[in-house]
Protein backbone atom coordinates (compact mmCIF):
# COMPACT_ATOMS: atom_id res chain seq x y z
CA UNK A 1 0.00 0.00 0.00
CA UNK A 2 1.16 3.86 -1.23
CA UNK A 3 1.42 5.91 1.65
CA UNK A 4 1.69 9.97 0.74
CA UNK A 5 3.10 12.64 3.20
CA UNK A 6 3.00 16.37 1.46
CA UNK A 7 5.29 18.89 2.19
CA UNK A 8 6.59 22.42 1.32
CA UNK A 9 3.39 24.91 2.06
CA UNK A 10 3.58 28.31 3.71
CA UNK A 11 2.25 31.65 3.65
CA UNK A 12 3.68 33.73 0.66
CA UNK A 13 2.79 37.11 -0.26
CA UNK A 14 1.10 37.59 -3.91
CA UNK A 15 3.26 36.76 -6.94
CA UNK A 16 5.89 34.56 -4.79
CA UNK A 17 6.79 31.05 -5.39
CA UNK A 18 6.20 28.03 -3.25
CA UNK A 19 7.70 24.00 -4.34
CA UNK A 20 5.42 21.08 -2.49
CA UNK A 21 6.25 17.78 -2.38
CA UNK A 22 4.60 14.81 -2.14
CA UNK A 23 6.72 11.78 -0.83
CA UNK A 24 5.25 8.35 -1.63
CA UNK A 25 6.16 5.04 0.10
CA UNK A 26 6.00 1.88 -1.71
CA UNK A 27 7.44 0.12 -4.59
CA UNK A 28 4.46 0.27 -7.19
CA UNK A 29 4.64 4.50 -7.17
CA UNK A 30 6.23 4.65 -10.39
CA UNK A 31 2.84 2.61 -12.14
CA UNK A 32 0.32 5.40 -10.98
CA UNK A 33 -0.42 8.78 -12.82
CA UNK A 34 0.24 11.38 -9.50
CA UNK A 35 -1.83 14.52 -9.33
CA UNK A 36 -1.83 17.49 -6.98
CA UNK A 37 -5.07 18.89 -5.62
CA UNK A 38 -6.55 21.61 -3.74
CA UNK A 39 -9.30 22.34 -1.58
CA UNK A 40 -9.76 26.09 -0.81
CA UNK A 41 -12.29 26.83 2.69
CA UNK A 42 -15.60 25.76 1.47
CA UNK A 43 -15.08 24.08 -2.17
CA UNK A 44 -14.81 21.20 -3.31
CA UNK A 45 -11.30 19.42 -4.07
CA UNK A 46 -10.08 19.80 -7.58
CA UNK A 47 -7.27 18.85 -9.52
CA UNK A 48 -4.80 21.40 -10.28
CA UNK A 49 -1.97 19.24 -12.32
CA UNK A 50 -1.17 15.71 -13.25
CA UNK A 51 1.57 13.74 -14.46
CA UNK A 52 1.63 10.48 -16.31
CA UNK A 53 3.73 7.41 -15.09
CA UNK A 54 6.61 8.18 -17.02
CA UNK A 55 6.38 12.10 -16.39
CA UNK A 56 6.41 12.98 -19.78
CA UNK A 57 2.55 13.73 -19.90
CA UNK A 58 1.31 16.33 -17.61
CA UNK A 59 -1.81 18.32 -17.83
CA UNK A 60 -2.88 21.23 -15.88
CA UNK A 61 -6.01 22.84 -14.55
CA UNK A 62 -7.27 26.02 -16.52
CA UNK A 63 -6.48 28.49 -13.34
CA UNK A 64 -2.91 26.72 -13.09
CA UNK A 65 -1.71 26.99 -16.52
CA UNK A 66 2.11 28.36 -17.26
CA UNK A 67 2.06 29.18 -13.47
CA UNK A 68 2.11 26.00 -12.04
CA UNK A 69 5.19 23.00 -13.21
CA UNK A 70 4.34 19.51 -11.80
CA UNK A 71 7.02 17.20 -12.16
CA UNK A 72 8.40 13.36 -10.45
CA UNK A 73 11.09 11.82 -9.80
CA UNK A 74 10.18 7.84 -9.82
CA UNK A 75 13.37 6.85 -7.95
CA UNK A 76 13.14 9.00 -5.08
CA UNK A 77 9.10 8.26 -5.14
CA UNK A 78 8.92 11.93 -5.41
CA UNK A 79 5.91 14.11 -7.04
CA UNK A 80 6.93 17.90 -6.96
CA UNK A 81 4.76 21.15 -8.08
CA UNK A 82 6.37 24.08 -8.48
CA UNK A 83 4.26 27.15 -7.76
CA UNK A 84 4.92 30.86 -9.53
CA UNK A 85 3.38 33.96 -9.84
CA UNK A 86 0.72 32.34 -6.80
CA UNK A 87 -2.08 34.39 -6.53
CA UNK A 88 -4.83 34.77 -3.68
CA UNK A 89 -7.16 32.09 -4.99
CA UNK A 90 -4.40 29.60 -4.92
CA UNK A 91 -4.70 29.61 -1.04
CA UNK A 92 -5.89 26.13 -0.25
CA UNK A 93 -4.57 22.62 1.77
CA UNK A 94 -3.12 20.88 -1.19
CA UNK A 95 -2.77 17.24 -1.40
CA UNK A 96 -1.26 14.48 -3.93
CA UNK A 97 -3.02 11.41 -4.50
CA UNK A 98 -2.53 8.65 -7.38
CA UNK A 99 -5.15 8.95 -10.41
CA UNK A 100 -6.92 5.95 -12.16
CA UNK A 101 -7.40 5.92 -15.80
CA UNK A 102 -11.04 6.77 -14.86
CA UNK A 103 -10.15 9.69 -13.07
CA UNK A 104 -10.68 8.38 -9.53
CA UNK A 105 -8.12 8.24 -7.50
CA UNK A 106 -6.79 5.29 -6.18
CA UNK A 107 -5.12 6.35 -2.62
CA UNK A 108 -6.20 7.61 1.08
CA UNK A 109 -5.70 11.05 1.15
CA UNK A 110 -3.13 12.15 3.09
CA UNK A 111 -3.03 15.49 5.64
CA UNK A 112 -2.20 17.61 3.24
CA UNK A 113 0.16 21.04 3.19
CA UNK A 114 -1.32 24.51 3.44
CA UNK A 115 -0.36 27.10 0.97
CA UNK A 116 -1.65 30.23 1.53
CA UNK A 117 -0.95 33.40 -0.66
CA UNK A 118 -2.15 37.04 1.07
CA UNK A 119 -0.53 40.34 1.25
Known amino acids: QVQLVESGGGLVQPGGSLTLSCQASGTIFSRYTMGWYRQAPGKQRELVAR????????NYADAVKGRFTISRDNAKNLVILQMNSLQLEDTAVYYC????????????WGQGTQVTVSP
Open 97 to 108: NAIYGNGATALG
Open 51 to 58: IGSSGITT
